[in-house]
């Protein structure tokens, strides 16, 4: 019953949809301009299965001609922009399928449908172009009037019917992989009945080996054959091995197998030459995948890599490195970096002066010293003649004056506090009978602002640092000590600055991972045997943004506030009028360091026509 059931099934599988419906061909492929759509026309000839999915990154749609052989000319596709259109590519891509691939903008909503031998995939577009086919040059009035012919039958022009089939993209289902999908029940069934399948489906040609024997329980819905097919194998020690020189031949044999071979195959020896990345950096790769008789060298030179193993291995050194050696991404950075200054400072004090006359000493207000000699002109015959001050003081004319105890009063206050660069200076003086008070009062207010901003722009290797430095390099000398003792200097830089270091992953969904090492560093002086410190301000940051989004790294503040008050002892203290006492400074200082970074991925140039594998 089980072995019944496997057949079953297979019968199934054969007589799917995704079966080859019979021989076709197809003759020519074709970009036309129609009423608010872009059009290619795929010309077939014969009974031919189609089917189609979409890809990203980039956006492609795919369709594969199944049961058909290309007949059309492999010409290439001219580059021109033909609505969502970017490029075309077709080829033969097994014996019994062909597969046109349409490079894209963007995934877009397009129809398909399969009518009179033509295969219709229509696309919106608002702007006009001219026509392009495989084959000839035309133009949307030759094509829409002048008869072609196929096979040697001329026939009508095409009209464009209602569309049969539409598909709002992307595709739930959607995957990254171009081969088609299956969907088949294996129960109970053999290694030779599952191989069978797989080889119906995919037209390869698929040897078993002698020991290839399993029992085989799966259930595959909607996957790529050939990843559906590897997986089954792998679950029961097999694995596939496709031929180098015939590659729609795959042998499939136990991994034992597989091993006791490579012990006695002969080796061959094979030249890989690498396109993009170093061949030196794929070496440790390739090494992994060689049996113990393997050897893989790096030339330098030519950047290419000669690989030495047996048959089998070098097969999977030549998809490892297919795989490995691809354009590397590209990603331009722009990054601003903002740096701000502000300094507050409040200044404000009073300086007083008490005396009398005799208060010669007195530094605030200059007064004459009584005891000085003073030159006057005593005996009227014109020449000056020394005389002290003290004798020209005149009791009766003097004054009426307060003294203390008969003795003469002097009072300073805050005499050695002095405020530079003052904004205000006020003096107010009031007498006290032989006393004078004198106040000085200075004030001063100052803000200063000072924004730095500095727009490097560079461009990187996808995972390759990026390094910004907008500073200066500081020379210090280090002396040490020689072999008999004598110094030896040498002189070494230290950068300052800011300083940005970006690496860039651009990830499968095309977002960019950054690494971000940002770092604010300056030099002052400091109190050690150097004479100077440097001082740093450093983040480190790990952001995930969208293809030419901002990051914003901040939170580098310094805010540094410095308060002072010196005074007349115990009046500085009074509440509200104490400021009128002493001298108080008050210093704020906040630094902000801003980094904006925004990375743009770079595509890699288009490649024109290849071969599709």
Do not use: C
């Not at 080859?20 to 009423?35: I, R, W």
């Not at 919106?124 to 000839?136: N, Q, T, V």
């Not at 054959?225 to 015939?246: K, P, R």
């Not at 310094?558 to 005074?567: N, P, W």
């Amino acid at each position: 019953m089980k072995r019944s059931a496997a057949l079953v099934a297979l019968g199934l599988l054969l007589g799917a949809p995704n079966s080859f419906a019979g021989p076709g061909e197809v003759t020519g492929v074709s970009v036309l301009p129609g009423s608010g759509r872009a059009i290619v026309v795929i010309d077939v000839r014969g009974a031919v299965t189609v089917q189609d999915f979409t890809l990203d990154n980039p956006s492609r749609v795919v369709i594969d001609i199944l049961g058909a052989r290309l007949r059309a000319s492999q010409r290439r596709y001219d580059g021109e922009a033909r609505g969502a259109i970017r490029n075309i590519r077709y080829a033969q891509r097994t014996e019994e399928a062909v597969r046109v691939v349409l490079e894209l903008d963007e995934l877009a909503n397009y129809s398909l449908e399969y009518v009179d031998e033509e295969i219709r995939i229509s696309f919106g577009a608002d702007e006009s172009f001219a026509a392009w086919s495989s084959s000839r040059i035309v133009t949307p009035e030759s094509y829409a009037s002048a008869p072609r012919s196929r096979g040697g039958e001329a026939i009508a022009a095409p009209r464009i019917t209602q569309q049969t089939a539409s598909r709002i993209l992307p595709l739930p289902n959607a995957q990254d992989d171009e081969q088609p999908h299956i969907t088949v029940t294996f129960d109970s069934s053999s290694v030779a009945e599952v191989a069978a399948a797989f080889a119906a489906f995919s037209g390869k040609s698929i040897i078993l080996g002698a020991d290839a024997n399993a029992i085989i329980f799966a259930e595959i819905t909607d996957q790529p054959w050939d990843v559906a097919f590897e997986q089954i194998l792998n679950a029961h020690g097999l694995t596939l091995i496709e031929s180098l020189d015939m590659p729609g031949l795959i042998r499939v044999e136990s991994r034992s197998a597989i091993a006791a071979r490579d012990t006695t195959e002969p080796l061959e020896t094979r030249l890989f030459r690498i396109n993009f990345a170093r061949a030196s950096s794929l070496q440790q790769a390739i090494g992994a995948v060689l049996t113990d008789r393997g050897e893989v060298v790096a030339d330098t030179s030519s950047n290419s890599m000669i690989v030495k193993d047996v048959q089998s291995r070098l097969v999977m050194a030549e998809s490892l490195i297919v795989n490995l050696d691809r354009p590397t991404l590209q990603v331009s950075i722009q990054a601003k970096l903002i740096f701000v200054n502000r300094t507050d400072v409040e200044d404000l004090g009073v300086t007083y002066d008490l005396g009398n006359p005799d208060a010669f000493f007195n530094e605030v207000v200059s007064r004459p010293d009584p005891t000085s000699a003073v030159p006057v002109d005593t005996d009227g015959d014109g020449l000056p003649d020394t005389q002290l001050a003290q004798d020209f003081f005149d009791p009766a004319t003097t004054p009426f004056a307060v003294n203390l105890g008969g003795n003469s009063l002097a009072a300073l206050g805050n005499a050695d506090q002095q405020l530079p660069k003052s904004a205000l200076d006020l003096i107010f003086s009031t007498a006290i009978g032989n006393f004078d008070l004198t106040a000085f009062l200075s004030a001063l207010q100052e803000v200063s602002l000072a924004d730095l901003q500095a727009e490097p722009l560079v461009t990187t290797s996808d995972n390759t640092t990026s390094d910004i430095l907008v500073g200066q390099l500081i020379p210090f000398r280090t002396v040490d000590a020689g072999a008999q003792g004598e110094g030896v200097a040498s002189t070494q830089f230290q950068e300052t600055g800011i300083n940005l270091e970006v690496t860039p992953h651009v990830t499968n969904n095309r977002q960019i991972l950054l690494q971000i090492h940002a770092e604010n560093s300056s030099l002052i002086a400091a109190a050690s045997d150097l004479g100077f410190a440097i001082n740093t301000q450093e983040a480190n940051s790990e952001v995930l943004v969208g293809d030419g989004e901002t990051a914003v790294i901040a939170g580098l503040t310094v805010t540094e506030i410095t308060v002072s008050k010196s005074g007349i002892p115990y009046l500085v203290d009074l509440p509200l009028v104490g400021r009128l006492f002493g001298f108080s400074t008050r210093r704020e200082e906040r630094r902000d360091l801003l980094i904006l970074v925004t990375p743009t991925i770079i595509d890699p140039p288009n490649q024109g026509f290849e071969v599709i594998p």
